[in-house]
């Protein structure tokens, strides 16, 4: 079955380091894939998305690009912010198979500290 | 706009007694789910309604029912709620684009 593999965390930055979250996953379709945030003590909310391969998905400074040879989708952020501390998801669906049920990798912690 | 909502916000139980989360959404989706997210585990789904009328298993169903009592609304029954059954619960509704769209969750200890 289907299934996304995120780096163990946590993971510690000071204010302003780059940010590398990793993210490789094993599908038989053709998945689109999500990074999803989650701030403490809320649900989880989209970040950003690629539906297909070679696509670059955006959002608040965050970027991460779907690359189907290495069957990857790395998180990357130039700077990071305190603010920025959260949960990240990594995660997969295929709405042609599974009807959108995501299947999420195991989630890595970010601290940021000033 | 709420989105989705769900309640309670947070519940103890104890060992065998039953309870029923509840959840809705208004942004006329077709799919609901309901996930429960463990330490370590990320999220895992539960079961799903892939529109009104039909539920199917997931991941880990086992110990609960749902169901979706209309568009809106899709509800989690535990019968007999165990100590492994202390997780967080988050119910999620996606329409034509694959983007879930998830509540806040219920926290549920059972002592």
């Known amino acids: 079955g289907d299934s996304v593999t995120q780096m163990e965390g946590p993971v510690t930055l000071s204010e302003e380091a780059f940010l590398t979250i990793n993210c490789t996953y094993t599908?038989?379709?053709?998945?689109?894939l999500f990074w999803y945030v989650q701030y403490p003590g809320e649900g989880l909310q989209l970040l950003l998305k690629a539906t297909k391969a070679d696509d670059k998905g955006s959002n608040k400074g965050f970027e991460a690009t779907y690359r189907k040879e290495t069957t990857s989708f790395h998180l990357e952020k130039g700077s990071v912010q305190v603010s920025d501390s959260a949960v990240y998801f990594c995660?997969?669906?295929?709405?042609?198979?599974?009807?959108?049920?995501?299947?999420f990798g195991q989630g890595t912690i970010l601290t940021v500290h000033p | 706009n709420a989105g989705v909502t769900q309640t309670p916000k947070f519940q103890v139980l104890k060992t065998g007694q039953s309870m029923t989360l509840q959840c809705a959404q208004d942004?006329?989706?077709?799919?609901m789910y309901w996930y429960r997210q463990d330490p370590g585990m990320g999220l895992r789904l539960i079961y799903y309604s892939a529109s009104e009328g039909t539920t199917d298993k997931g991941e880990v169903p086992n110990g609960y029912n749902v169901s979706r009592l209309n568009k809106r609304e899709f509800s989690l029954r535990l019968e007999s709620a165990a100590p492994s059954q202390t997780s967080v619960y988050f119910c999620?509704?996606?329409?034509?684009?694959?983007?879930?769209?998830f509540g806040p969750g219920t926290r549920l200890l059972v002592l």
């Open positions: 999620a509704s996606t329409g034509v684009t694959e983007t879930q769209y």
């Open positions: 995660a997969l669906s295929d709405l042609r198979t599974s009807y959108g049920k995501l299947t």
């Open positions: 942004m006329n989706h077709n799919s």
């Open positions: 599908a038989t379709g053709y998945p689109s």
